[in-house]
C-alpha cells in the first residue's frame, strides 16, 4: 500500500504596509516640532525604516500632504458608499450626509487640518495640498449633479449649469473654513452652517420662481 507523504507548506508573511505609518509619523511630527523634518533621510532613520521605503509612496513632503488630504476625501466616500441608506437619499440629503460625514472624519485630526491652513489665505484658490482631493470631490459632484439633473431636483439652466461643481467646491471650502474657527461645544454652529448652505444651495440649482416664470412665458409664446 502507498503511503503518500504529507508536505508542509510554508507561506511567507506579507510585510505590513508602511505608507498609512509614513503619513501617520509625519502628521505627529509636524504638529510636535511646528515644522517638516529636515529630510527625508532624518525622518526615515527616526521610523526606523530603509528611505527607499518613502518613495515607494511618496515623492517628497509636498506630495506626502497631498496623499494625506486625499485620503480623507476616499474615506469620507467609502463610509458614503457603504452606507445603504445613503443610497435611497435625494441629492439635498447625500450632500448633507457627505459634509456631516467629512466633518466627523476631519475632526479625528482637526489639530493637523489647522496646521495645513496655517497662512493659507485664500483656500478656494485649491493651496497643492488640496489637488487631489479637490479631484475627488469633483468627481463626486459631477455625479451627484448629474443624478440632481436626473432627478429635477437641480435644474440644467444656460451656462450657470456647468459652473455648479466649481460653487460647490467653494461651499466646501467655506465649511471647512467655519468650522476651524468654530469653537461651539460639539461644533453645533457648524451643522447648522452645512444645513443652511446646503439648503440654500440646492434651492439655488433647483426650480425657482424665475424658472416656473420663463416656462409660463414659454407656454404663452408656444399657445399664441
Partial sequence: MATVK???KTTKTKKPDSRNKIMDTYKDYVLT???EPASVFQFMKGLKLPEEEFYKYFGSFKTIK???WKAYMIHTLEILKNDNAYQEYTVREKLLAFYY???EVLK???SYIMYSF???KKPELSPSFLKSFKEEYQDYIHDLIAEGLDSEEIIKRPILSDRYHDALWIQLVFIVNFWLRDDTTNFQQTDAAIEKTVNLSIELMGRG????MVDFAKFLYQSR
Fill in 66 to 68: 497631498t496623499h494625506i
Fill in 6 to 8: 504529507a508536505t508542509s
Fill in 33 to 35: 516640532n511646528g515644522s
Fill in 101 to 103: 460625514t467629512l466633518m
Fill in 118 to 120: 496655517k497662512g493659507v
Fill in 108 to 110: 479625528k485630526d482637526r
Fill in 209 to 212: 420662481p424665475l424658472d416656473m
